[in-house]
């Protein structure tokens, strides 16, 4: 795992209430294609909110074996890409 959302100007709870959709579950294969998952999990002294941008990296961030809390949204690719190192071109369907 390794790329994580982070607007300047905005906390990242911020930004996900504000341009996310709060979801329970996701099923990769029925997903849309405009929108990737982005999991926040609460770090205790700080957070984050990792990007989905493939079936694996989900099923990675939703696996950990802790009691972290955690919420999952689903954003639009383009918002994600503007406050992230992501690439449009690397999310796979």
Do not use: C, H, Q, T
């Amino acid at each position: 795992m390794g790329i994580y959302l982070n607007p300047p100007g905005e906390s990242k709870e911020a930004f996900l209430e504000r341009m996310g959709e709060r979801v329970s579950g996701v099923n990769w294969s029925k997903l849309d294609s405009n929108k990737v998952p982005v999991i926040w999990i609460d770090n205790g002294p700080f957070s984050a909110a990792g990007i989905a941008y493939n079936k694996k990296e989900l099923e990675a961030f939703l696996a950990e074996p802790d009691d972290r809390p955690r919420k999952l949204y689903l954003v639009p690719v383009d918002e994600v890409v503007k406050v992230s190192p992501l690439k449009k071109e690397w999310v796979e369907r």
